[in-house]
């Protein structure tokens, strides 16, 4: 079966490996370019007051990776020692699903300091999130979000303001239940995210994989958008694609492919859905 891998051009190698390794054919279209923030000095200063927040929430690896990238050296000694003071007296670092806690891992937090959905939930997002840590919120003391700044395509809309870069977008439902909680949220932009540039190739690739049988794998809202204007005139009536969650599913099928299946973001539970579209 062929399958469409539409993660960051990052993310993406490993998801083609996997599904390589495991007979079926794999092509990578990436529909959202990464790239770190324009304006650092808010990074900077929430890591200055990094054993000042109760928790930092982390969106997606993305934003796990961009705000490491501007750890200060000091803090950076002390990867994974659950014991040094920037661990024991520090934040909990909380991830909304695998790929976010293993980024966490990799960056040098302690297991212990990680707070995620358990591996087997059955849906990763901030509400899966929201019931392993609301028992633990404190009134009063802010938690810190991560997450990234949309930038739109069009050259003059794509110069924000250095204090509009701080708000960013995504998670405003886990900001609303840590304010109810009595709570703080306050927010940092990492990284940024745009539209990627395709070359005449690509979008060829994919005007065929919208009808040859191919599977596309979502697991971003934004991809589809994305895809929706790289290919303005293109009907999907007859394509198939597997989302990572219900909201995923919905901007599918709103889109119009012909048939939506739901999968949890595992490669193992990907493989799962494939042999049953197969």
């Known amino acids: 079966m062929r399958v469409i891998i539409t993660r960051p051009a990052g993310d993406a190698p490993a998801w083609v490996d996997a599904l390589q390794a495991a007979g079926h054919q794999a092509l990578a279209l990436p529909l959202i370019e990464v790239g770190p923030a324009r304006y650092l000095q808010p990074v900077l200063q929430a890591w200055a007051h990094w054993s000042e927040w109760q928790a930092v929430m982390f969106v997606s690896a993305q934003a796990v990776r961009y705000f490491f990238d501007s750890q200060p050296a000091a803090l950076r000694a002390d990867a994974g020692q659950i014991t040094s003071p920037t661990w024991a007296n520090g934040p909990r670092c909380w991830a909304t699903g695998p790929g976010t806690h293993?980024?966490?891992?990799?960056?040098?937090v302690p297991e212990a300091c990680i707070d995620s959905p358990a591996?087997?939930?059955a849906?990763?997002?901030?509400?899966?999130l929201w019931q392993r840590v609301a028992a633990q919120v404190k009134v009063g003391q802010a938690v810190l979000i991560v997450r990234g700044h949309d930038v739109c395509s069009d050259t003059a809309a794509a110069q924000p303001e250095p204090n509009a870069a701080l708000t960013g977008t995504g998670r405003d439902w886990l900001a609303q239940q840590l304010?109810?909680?009595g709570a703080s949220a306050q927010f940092v932009v990492a990284y940024e995210r745009r539209a990627p540039v395709w070359s005449t190739q690509q979008k060829a690739q994919a005007a065929q994989a919208a009808t040859d049988g191919s599977?596309?794998?979502?697991?971003?809202?934004?991809?589809?958008?994305?895809?929706?204007?790289?290919?303005p005139a293109q009907s999907w009536a007859n394509a198939r694609c597997i989302a990572t969650h219900a909201r995923i599913a919905q901007t599918a099928q709103t889109l119009g492919f012909g048939a939506v299946h739901l999968s949890r973001p595992h490669v193992a539970d990907?493989?799962?859905?494939l042999e049953c579209l197969a």
């Open 179 to 181: 304010q109810v909680a």
């Open 102 to 108: 293993k980024a966490l891992l990799q960056a040098g």
């Open 215 to 231: 599977v596309w794998c979502f697991s971003s809202s934004q991809a589809i958008q994305h895809l929706a204007h790289a290919l």
């Open 270 to 273: 990907m493989l799962r859905s």
């Open 119 to 121: 591996t087997d939930a």
């Open 123 to 128: 849906q990763f997002d901030s509400e899966a």
